[in-house]
Nanobody, 123 residues
Framework: QVQLVESGGGLVQAGGSLRLSCAASGRTFSSYTWGWFRQTPGKEREFVAAISASPGITYYAHSVKGRFTISRDNAKNTVYLQMNSLKPEDTAVYYC????????????????WGQGTQVTVSS
């Protein structure tokens, strides 16, 4: 059974940093694209970042580019999201996702999803 488990969320002041992790089990995701999405109540799930399988091309939403960094460790079957210079508008539940796609990485129709982790940024 495939499971994606996020960790690292929490409460942080504006300007601070958090590092989210998403560990996968049940299969190997080295050939998969990983994505991070976020969602706030009443809004659609929003693309944040993605990283392809080798050569690890990265994609970012305009709102987080330059502040967030996505990375992957295939040996650990894990993807990370380093979030710096956090803003109150970054407050959301963050989800990791995995899919064997090579295109359309910003669309939230990935095959596998984690349960989400809350990130709250206070002003």
């Amino acid at each position: 059974q495939v499971q994606l488990v996020e960790s690292g969320g929490g409460l942080v002041q504006a300007g601070g940093s958090l590092r989210l992790s998403c560990a996968a089990s049940g299969r190997t995701f080295s050939s998969y694209t990983w994505g991070w999405f976020r969602q706030t109540p009443g809004k659609e799930r929003e693309f944040v970042a993605a990283i392809s399988a080798s050569p690890g091309i990265t994609y970012y939403a305009h709102s987080v580019k330059g502040r967030f960094t996505i990375s992957r460790d295939n040996a650990k079957n894990t993807v990370y999201l380093q979030m710096n210079s956090l803003k109150p508008e970054d407050t959301a539940v963050y989800y990791c996702a995995a899919d064997n796609r090579r295109t359309g990485v910003t669309r939230p129709n990935y095959d596998y999803w984690g349960q989400g982790t809350q990130v709250t940024v206070s002003s």
